[in-house]
T-cell receptor
Framework: QKEVEQNSGPLSVPEGAIASLNCTYS??????FFWYRQYSGKSPELIMF????GDKEDGRFTAQLNKASQYVSLLIRDSQPSDSATYLC???????????????FGQGTILTVHP | EAQVTQNPRYLITVTGKKLTVTCSQN?????MSWYRQDPGLGLRQIYY???????DKGDVPEGYKVSRKEKRNFPLILESPSPNQTSLYFC?????????????FGPGTRLTVL
């Protein structure tokens, strides 16, 4: 079993819809969780991180964390074609939203938002 | 401009010929990492470094070496490359502090081993 598993995708949603991206992890020692976005041919860039159970909102993005069930999700509201990218979930044993450089990534989910 | 640079960006080599991919950051970050990215497997961490002369294995360290003699540089060394090391490689750095942790990635190095 992979340590970090993301919904396989690809995921296609219409413009304006909510895109839901899911990630499960196997290590109960994981403390902090990150979502990165990677456009085709580019480097990953951080969207947000979360380390407490519950929801964290940043603009159109909401991260949800449930440590008991070992899953973390990313919701993108009012999806735009510019959101079309690969979304990578990453986890670390570091607490308080810090990785100390040690990160384990999922395999990524390709999202396409069509007009 | 704050950035992570990698060289070369593209490299084609043959099995067994030692190579080094350089990585440099100008943000005075403590932590640096190397990843490889393969289709369907996502990013996998090869090695990471917490400071000068302090390094640790990531998830796929076999066949790779690293060194951290200066804070800004973190080269990746392939002593005897093999075709299964054909991949897209990313270097990253982070300040590592709580609530501010962001990995800044370099542009990537596409390596082909024949």
């Amino acid at each position: 079993q992979k340590e970090v598993e993301q919904n396989s995708g690809p995921l296609s949603v219409p413009e304006g819809a909510i895109a839901s991206l899911n990630c499960t992890y196997s290590d109960r020692g994981s403390q902090s969780f990150f979502w990165y976005r990677q456009y085709s041919g580019k480097s990953p860039e951080l969207i947000m991180f979360i380390y407490s159970n519950g929801d964290k909102e940043d603009g159109r993005f909401t991260a949800q964390l449930n440590k008991a069930s070992q899953y973390v999700s990313l919701l993108i509201r009012d999806s735009q074609p510019s959101d079309s990218a690969t979304y990578l979930c990453a986890v670390t044993p570091g607490a308080g939203g810090t990785s100390y450089g040690k990160l384990t990534f999922g395999q990524g989910t390709i999202l396409t938002v069509h007009p | 401009e704050a950035q992570v640079t990698q060289n070369p960006r593209y490299l084609i080599t043959v099995t067994g010929k030692k190579l080094t991919v350089t990585c440099s950051q100008n943000m005075n970050h403590e932590y640096m990492s190397w990843y490889r990215q393969d289709p369907g497997l996502g990013l996998r961490q090869i090695y990471y470094s917490m400071n000068v002369e302090v390094t640790d294995k990531g998830d796929v360290p076999e066949g790779y070496k690293v060194s951290r003699k200066e804070k800004r540089n973190f080269p990746l060394i392939l002593e005897s490359p093999s075709p299964n090391q054909t991949s897209l490689y990313f270097c990253a750095s982070t300040i590592g502090g709580p609530y501010t942790d962001t990995q800044y990635f370099g542009p990537g190095t596409r390596l082909t081993v024949l």
